[in-house]
């Protein structure tokens, strides 16, 4: 079956420090990669979406220079928060689909951000 | 921008009720409606999806679609403890699926 794997599944760093997540995956090909962040508020944002050979597009109050993204192949997709602070916690979740946006996401168990 | 809400916020039934969970989105061009079920510490999962308007069941899932009051709701029919989770509707918009905050639903036996 299909299959995310996403790690750290926890992660602590100082405030003003950087932290990168990954995710696999495994049993189709993830032509697609959505980046979520579930908050302590419990609100489901929209960080970015990478497509395999298109450019990455990042939605409103996201951006490069502090989420940037890597998606090399069709396994495997990366994000790192750069200079983290208070406001950056949450859960970060990446989503996978092979197709068109009218799919299904297998989603990874989430990397927990904590900020000192 | 889609914005795309939920209600209740959460939900609390007793084992073997109906639960109504519902969803609306405000772009009418949407495509995709979907429910995803989030257990305490799991990865979400796809549950159920649609594509045109009226309804279809899955075992004791059924999802409703009405795309001109851009409003689609989730029923679960004879409600388990196991049913407990937090769920959230996503809908398509272009590329994008874009998800509700969720309703946290708790079964209690």
């Known amino acids: 079956g299909a299959l995310v794997y996403q790690y750290p599944r926890r992660t602590i760093c100082k405030s003003g420090t950087s932290m990168r997540m990954e995710c696999q995956a495994v049993g189709f090909q993830a032509t697609s990669v959505a980046w979520y962040r579930q908050s302590p508020q419990k609100t489901f944002e929209l960080i970015a979406l990478s497509t395999v050979n298109s450019a990455i597009k990042y939605e409103q109050n996201f951006t490069q220079e502090k989420f940037p993204i890597s998606h090399p192949n069709l396994s495997f997709s990366s994000m790192t928060v750069l200079n983290a602070y208070l406001e950056d916690r949450g859960l970060y979740l990446c989503?996978?689909?092979?197709?068109?946006?009218?799919?299904?996401?297998?989603f990874g168990h989430g990397t927990k951000l904590s900020v000192l | 921008q889609q914005k795309v809400q939920q209600s209740p916020e959460s939900l609390i039934v007793p084992e073997g009720a109906m639960t109504s969970l519902n969803c609306t989105f405000s772009?009418?061009?949407?495509?995709?409606f979907a429910w995803y079920r989030q257990h305490s510490g799991k990865a979400p999962k796809a549950l159920m999806s649609?594509?045109?308007?009226g309804e279809k069941e899955e075992g004791r899932f059924t999802i409703h679609l009405n795309k001109a009051s851009l409003h689609f709701s989730l029923h679960i029919r004879d409600s388990q403890p196991s049913d407990s989770a937090l769920y959230l509707c996503?809908?398509?918009?272009?590329?994008?699926?874009?998800f509700g905050t969720g309703t946290k639903l708790q079964v209690v036996p």
């Open positions: 649609i594509f045109s308007n």
């Open positions: 989503g996978a689909r092979e197709g068109t946006a009218n799919e299904r996401l297998f």
């Open positions: 996503a809908v398509n918009s272009g590329t994008y699926q874009r």
């Open positions: 772009d009418s061009a949407s495509q995709y």
